[in-house]
């Protein structure tokens, strides 16, 4: 099945107000009804495009990373697309066609297209076709550490990257990871994860790693915490660090997501308290 793809809109005035939608202090999940008209934003730079926001870094919710579903109409999109130079991204594609134009290179985004940028990079993404285009965009600010380079920028496509079934499984879980998990250059993964109708994370996951999990394809029933969530193809979920995870996929499709989370760096410390006068 093609990925998810959020249209917008409006529900009808009759249907209920009760949905799924939580937040709570160790996750949160935003059911695919949220991302509606009302709930869109628009960013300066970027011409006929509307987003939604799934992730900004803010006291009790994401620390690490802020994530997008943003809808390019066609012409559209920006010269201009990043304010921060010290961001990093990931952009994947769900619906339609853009062109990415990296140190003046061009590159052809379809639906499955992955492409990394480092901090610093020039780049700008543009509409090519007559309809709506659509992609995930997963920023972080990078953390450089001395003796070692910034990544350098790719595009690849999903269908390039081998899935790795996890250790035990059968295939029942694969994960598709775009960077090389020695690589210690790169802060961040972002991943596709797949699991075939009965496939499980069979324990809680409980570890330093912050996750955003938007649904692509399928439904299962996800671990959050306490809490057992119903979860379906479109709906972001957020988990905090040290959040307990775990999910079953029922069928009778696949169940597939992509999976944000931050790596390979020491944790902050608080700052050493200023000296005390006497």
């Given at each position: 099945m093609p990925d998810y793809v959020p249209r917008g809109g409006l529900p009808a005035q009759t249907e209920l107000t009760t949905d799924r939608a939580v937040f709570t202090e160790a996750y949160a999940v935003l059911p695919r009804r949220t991302m509606s008209d009302i709930t869109a934003s628009r960013l300066p730079h970027w011409d006929t495009t509307r987003l939604w926001v799934l992730a900004r870094p803010l006291s009790g919710f994401a620390e690490t990373f802020s994530q997008y579903v943003v809808e390019v109409s066609p012409g559209g999109g920006s010269d201009r697309p990043e304010s921060d130079p010290n961001a990093e991204a990931v952009l994947f594609v769900v619906d339609g066609a853009l062109v990415l134009t990296l140190d003046g290179r061009s590159h052809d985004l379809t639906p499955g297209s992955y492409a990394f940028l480092p901090p610093g990079v020039a780049w700008t993404l543009r509409s090519t076709s007559d309809a709506t285009a659509t992609f995930h965009w997963i920023r972080k600010r990078y953390e450089p550490v001395d003796g070692l380079d910034a990544p350098a920028a790719f595009v690849t496509r999903e269908r390039d990257v081998e899935?790795?079934?996890?250790?035990?499984?059968?295939?029942?879980?694969?994960?598709?990871?775009?960077?090389?998990?020695?690589?210690?250059?790169?802060?961040?993964?972002?991943?596709?994860?797949?699991?075939?109708?009965?496939?499980?994370?069979?324990?809680?996951?409980?570890?330093?790693?912050?996750?955003?999990?938007?649904?692509?394809?399928?439904?299962?029933?996800?671990?959050?915490?306490?809490?057992?969530?119903?979860?379906?193809?479109?709906?972001?979920?957020?988990?905090?660090?040290?959040?307990?995870?775990?999910?079953?996929?029922?069928?009778?499709?696949?169940?597939?997501?992509?999976?944000?989370?931050?790596?390979?760096?020491?944790a902050a410390l608080p700052p050493a308290p200023a000296p005390t006068a006497g």
């Open positions: 899935a790795v079934p996890m250790p035990d499984t059968d295939g029942a879980w694969t994960t598709t990871r775009f960077v090389d998990v020695e690589d210690l250059r790169h802060d961040m993964h972002v991943n596709i994860v797949t699991f075939a109708p009965g496939g499980a994370i069979p324990f809680p996951e409980t570890h330093v790693m912050e996750h955003g999990l938007y649904v692509l394809e399928g439904k299962a029933v996800y671990l959050l915490n306490r809490d057992w969530v119903e979860v379906q193809a479109g709906d972001f979920m957020w988990l905090r660090a040290f959040c307990p995870q775990a999910c079953y996929a029922g069928g009778p499709g696949r169940f597939r997501y992509l999976l944000y989370k931050d790596v390979n760096r020491h």
